[in-house]
């Protein structure tokens, strides 16, 4: 079946580091991808997607390729803050499944 | 427009009992799911309702169920309640749950089972 696999955390950063989180997928057919952000005390929340391969999704100065050929979709930001310190969770949906995948999430702490 | 509401906020039930949540979808979003978050496991999928109908499920023992109405509001049942089920109940929803639409999450159900 259709999986998200993601490094395991926690990551901690000091302030202005450059910031990678991997992720990696197997699928049946054809995913979008997404990047999903929890905060302390806050709901699950969308940071940003991508649709077909090579699409490169942005938001809140981070983002992540969809990459076909090596089935990643790795998250990554120039120069955290650390305001960013949050779970970050890859997912997937494919067509006609319904069901969207979730990795099980990334820890990041960022310190100042 | 409102987000996805899901009440209670939190429960606390003793083993054996039954529970029932209920989820409030975005207006005009008519596919529903549900998901249990876990420290370890982290969101699993429950199942997905659209128009009333169940289309998919995830692995979960049948003790747990779920229905959708006519408003598209839904409710998740779990019965004979297990100390392992004690997680944070998300619930999800999107216009027609399409692979290119990303889900809204509610704030969840707190379900602490004693």
């Known amino acids: 079946g259709d999986s998200v696999t993601q490094m395991e955390g926690p990551v901690t950063l000091s302030e202005e580091a450059f910031l990678t989180i991997n992720c990696t997928y197997t699928?049946?057919?054809?995913?979008?991808l997404f990047w999903y952000v929890q905060y302390p005390g806050e709901g699950l929340q969308l940071l940003l997607k991508?649709?077909?391969?090579?699409d490169k999704g942005s938001n809140k100065g981070f983002e992540a390729t969809y990459r076909k050929e090596t089935t990643s979709f790795h998250l990554e930001k120039g120069s955290v803050q650390v305001s960013d310190s949050a779970v970050y969770f890859c997912?997937?949906?494919?067509?006609?499944?319904?069901?969207?995948?979730f990795g099980t999430g990334t820890r990041l702490k960022v310190l100042a | 427009k409102a987000g996805v509401t899901q009440t209670p906020r939190y429960l606390i039930k003793t083993r054996g009992q039954q529970v029932t949540l209920s989820c409030s979808p975005i207006?005009?979003?008519?596919?529903v799911s549900w998901y249990q978050q876990t420290p370890g496991q982290g969101l699993q999928f429950l199942f997905e309702?659209?128009?009333?109908?169940?289309?998919n499920k995830g692995n979960f023992p049948g003790r747990f169920s779920g229905r959708q109405f006519s408003n598209s509001r839904s409710e998740m049942n779990v019965s004979t309640l297990e100390l392992g089920d004690s997680a944070l109940y998300l619930c999800?929803?999107?216009?027609?749950?399409?692979?290119?639409?990303?889900?809204?999450f509610g704030d969840g159900t707190r379900l602490s089972i004693l």
């Open positions: 991508a649709t077909k391969a090579d």
């Open positions: 997912a997937l949906c494919t067509s006609g499944t319904y069901k969207y995948i």
């Open positions: 309702y659209f128009s009333e109908t169940q289309r």
């Open positions: 999800a929803s999107t216009y027609d749950g399409g692979r290119n639409q990303p889900q809204h």
């Open positions: 207006s005009g979003h008519r596919s």
């Open positions: 699928a049946t057919g054809y995913p979008s």
